[in-house]
C-alpha cells in the first residue's frame, strides 16, 4: 500500500521560510516522479514544482526562485523549501508520485497523492 505522508505546514509571516516533507513508503521512490501541488480555497490545484528521477526539476513560474525541491531516495522522502513566502502563497499543499513527462503540470501524472499540509502566510 502506497502511502505519501507531509509534514511542516504552519502560520508564518510574509518573507519567512517553511520547510516541508513528504515521506513515501510502499513503492521505489526512487523511480517515481515527485511533485507538490497546491489548492487554496476555491481555486483549482496548482502546480508547484517537481522533480524527476533523473534529477531534472520543474516549477511554476509563481515560485521559481523562491522555492526548491529536493528528494532524498535513501529516505524515501521529498522535501520542498520555501522561501520569500507571500501570502498568494497560502493553500494546502499536497505531494503526489507518479511517472515523468511533458505534462508534468497536470495532476492526471500522478496516481498517488498525500493528505496534503496547510500553509498560511499572513501579511
Known amino acids: 500500500q502506497v502511502q505519501l505522508v507531509e509534514s511542516g505546514g504552519g502560520l508564518v509571516q510574509a518573507g519567512g521560510s517553511l520547510r516541508l516533507s513528504c515521506a513515501a513508503s510502499?513503492?521505489?521512490?526512487?523511480?517515481?516522479?515527485m511533485a507538490w501541488f497546491r489548492q487554496a480555497p476555491g481555486k483549482e490545484r496548482e502546480f508547484v514544482t517537481a522533480?524527476?528521477?533523473?534529477?531534472?526539476?520543474y516549477y511554476a513560474d509563481s515560485v521559481k526562485g523562491r522555492f526548491t525541491i529536493s528528494r532524498d531516495n535513501a529516505r524515501n522522502t521529498v522535501y520542498l523549501q520555501m522561501n520569500s513566502l507571500k501570502p498568494d502563497d497560502t493553500a494546502v499543499y499536497s505531494c503526489?508520485?507518479?511517472?515523468?513527462?511533458?505534462?508534468?503540470?497536470?495532476?492526471?501524472?500522478?496516481?498517488?497523492w498525500g493528505q496534503g499540509t496547510q500553509v498560511t502566510v499572513s501579511s
Open positions: 522533480s524527476w528521477s533523473n534529477g531534472s526539476t
Open positions: 503526489a508520485a507518479g511517472s515523468s513527462g511533458a505534462d508534468y503540470y497536470k495532476p492526471r501524472r500522478y496516481w498517488y
Open positions: 510502499g513503492l521505489t521512490f526512487s523511480s517515481y516522479a
